[in-house]
């Protein structure tokens, strides 16, 4: 086609092109795979995406070999950005670092300025109590572990919009839940809906102290079936997860015939022999199971309160890492709360 309509572009000058697909890897950050449409992207340059600056800090061709810049047509993958951009936003190169901020600073409140308007706390009991009343409107902030997940779910999610009840994703992101998405819900009245990641210690105070709701899924139908549920007013009594307690791993021990112990400081609950326990790393949950072990020193204890340190061995599960999360967790019946109730935070 570009050799038939001879389609040309200028090699000279400041790049432009476009994001095609964004992800956050653990090892190198926020990743992003850029069409470069105009000029040449160099390494080095200040650029912004949407919402998001950074400066280039490698570019690698579909083969992960290293390049020093790419011209126009030529797919590349982008290391240095600040955050995962979306699929679809303008990639260009700024005049210098500050330029590029100033920028996605501009367009980031722009956005959150249209997008938050006070209204009431929503949750999907209350919309589920809505029956035949005047039409809801759900507002969700939807994060993932991963972008095809994610694209997924608002994929699902689009097919759902419809009377009597509205549905308005404010913000769709890849990475753990964090205190900025809580102050979005809280500023906006949204719902928080994470699949396969989890809030940070500083997200479920946040949530907690302004009742803003999280509810976290490891299977996308579960999640569909729950906005499902609440939209045709018939949401049923949930199986909930609560959490017990945290751990931080900050050794890793292997025991011959038992394989790989986690050395840990438990610093929120306590952690149950025989309890559920999921491993969250970098906010994204890699292991869903059970604690075989537990041990205080070389003794085997039921349980284990925080501030102390203890061995734990995950039944199935040998990659455990330093710097992992462990959040032991019990599953509960909850009945959806009843009319003038708000409810509370969940995490």
């Not at 699929?87 to 590029?100: K, Q, R």
């Not at 997924?152 to 839940?177: D, M, W, Y």
């Amino acid at each position: 086609v570009a050799d038939l309509r001879e389609l040309k572009a200028n090699p000279d000058g400041p790049a432009e092109g476009v994001v095609i697909e964004a992800q956050l890897d653990r090892g190198r950050g926020p990743v992003a795979t850029v069409l470069v449409r105009e000029g040449t992207l160099r390494v080095g340059d200040p650029v912004v995406a949407g919402t998001v600056a950074g400066r280039v800090r490698a570019l690698m061709d579909d083969q992960g070999r290293s390049l020093p810049s790419a011209g126009p047509s030529t797919p590349v993958v982008v290391l240095g950005l600040e955050d995962v951009p979306q699929p679809g936003d303008t990639l260009v190169v700024a005049p210098d670092e500050e330029s590029a901020r100033r920028v996605a600073q501009e367009r980031l409140e722009r956005l959150r300025t249209e997008q938050l308007r006070p209204t009431a706390r929503a949750t999907l009991e209350s919309l589920a109590r809505a029956g035949e009343q005047e039409t809801q409107e759900l507002r969700m902030i939807l994060k993932a572990d991963v972008q095809g997940s994610l694209e997924a779910l608002r994929s699902a999610l689009g097919k759902l919009a419809q009377e009597p009840v509205k549905l308005h994703l404010l913000h769709a992101g890849v990475g753990g839940i964090t205190e900025a998405d809580v102050n979005l819900a809280s500023a906006s009245g949204a719902v928080i809906f994470g699949f396969n990641v989890r809030p940070d210690a500083n997200a479920r105070r946040a949530a907690e102290r302004d009742r803003v709701e999280i509810r976290t899924y490891r299977v996308i139908y579960e999640l569909i079936d729950d906005v499902k549920a609440a939209m045709a007013g018939l949401l049923k009594p949930r199986v909930e997860e609560r959490v017990v307690g945290r751990a931080e791993v900050r050794r890793t021990f292997k025991v011959p015939g038992v394989g790989v112990v986690a050395g840990c400081y438990v610093t929120e609950g306590k952690l149950l022999r025989g309890g559920a326990v999921r491993v969250v790393r970098d906010g994204v949950v890699v292991f869903d199971g059970r604690i075989g072990s537990l041990k205080r020193f070389k003794d085997d204890v039921r349980e284990v309160a925080q501030g102390f340190e203890c061995g734990v061995g995950i039944e199935r599960f040998q990659d455990v890492k330093e710097g992992d999360v462990l959040e032991a967790y019990e599953t509960v019946e909850v009945a959806p709360a009843a009319p003038g109730v708000g409810a509370a935070g969940r995490a």
